[in-house]
């Protein structure tokens, strides 16, 4: 007494690169497919369409 | 009613598609909820995925598993985030069973299972997947990967006494 020093080793580094996996789905189907026939049939509907993709 | 639906999911998804752009997941979460507690988005896939994500990027792990367990149409479809939110919350092994009951695995499976089993000490299994996946991947986690090669080696020679080559 008193303990001698020891080395120990380290803990390697180790990285999470599986979180950068945890990805959103793409949500342009869900965005443009409502989008289109709109666009081709209510003409009303035009404007407030293309002010709304605008602010994007 | 029948016209107006669509056109407010379509807004609904707008503002989603919004916060996540701008990585601010609490809003998101949020909006993925608004879509989520609506009539016809009550079963979309796609609002619950986002929802599971934001919870993770959060790092709110036991509340993703939990909402990822409690919803049978995304049980499947969200394997990996189900396998990393355990893996996070230290279920290891429930990680691992979760990740080997699919039949043909991604990458991102794949490079979860290298770092699953890295964590349950099974050092010869971990780096036999990352010499696959440093060959498999092109992305910008190289790097990254090789550092964990390199911690998957030193663990193998300082735990197991196996001089591996590198």
């Known amino acids: 007494y008193p303990p001698k020093f020891e080395p120990v080793p380290c803990k390697p580094l180790f990285f999470d690169v599986a979180l950068n996996h945890a990805t959103f789905p793409s949500l342009d189907k869900k965005l443009g497919k409502k989008e289109n026939p709109q666009k081709a049939g209510l003409t009303g509907l035009i404007s407030n369409w293309w002010g709304w993709g605008g602010k994007k | 009613m029948a016209a107006q639906s669509p056109?407010?999911?379509?807004?609904?998804?707008?503002?989603?598609?919004?916060?996540?752009?701008?990585?601010?997941?609490?809003?998101?979460?949020?909006?993925?909820?608004?879509?989520?507690?609506?009539?016809?988005?009550?079963?979309?896939?796609?609002?619950?995925?986002?929802?599971?994500?934001?919870?993770?990027?959060?790092?709110?792990?036991?509340?993703?598993?939990?909402?990822?367990?409690?919803?049978?149409?995304?049980?499947?479809?969200?394997?990996?985030?189900?396998?990393?939110?355990?893996?996070?919350?230290?279920?290891?092994?429930?990680?691992?069973?979760?990740?080997?009951?699919?039949?043909?695995?991604?990458?991102?499976?794949?490079?979860?299972?290298?770092?699953?089993?890295?964590?349950?000490?099974?050092?010869?299994?971990?780096?036999?997947?990352?010499?696959?996946?440093i060959k498999e991947f092109s992305d910008e986690f190289e790097e990254e990967r090789m550092t964990n090669i390199s911690a998957v080696h030193a663990a193998l020679s300082a735990f197991d006494g196996v001089k591996t080559e590198l």
């Open chain 2, 7 to 133: 056109t407010n999911m379509t807004v609904l998804y707008g503002e989603l598609n919004k916060f996540i752009n701008v990585s601010d997941y609490k809003q998101a979460l949020k909006a993925a909820n608004k879509i989520i507690h609506t009539k016809e988005g009550k079963e979309d896939t796609e609002a619950m995925h986002c929802k599971a994500v934001c919870m993770m990027q959060m790092s709110q792990f036991a509340e993703a598993l939990k909402f990822i367990e409690g919803a049978p149409e995304i049980k499947d479809l969200l394997v990996f985030e189900k396998a990393y939110c355990q893996y996070r919350l230290l279920q290891t092994e429930d990680a691992l069973d979760t990740i080997n009951q699919v039949k043909s695995p991604d990458l991102r499976l794949l490079e979860l299972k290298a770092q699953v089993l890295y964590k349950l000490g099974q050092y010869s299994a971990s780096l036999a997947l990352y010499k696959n996946l």
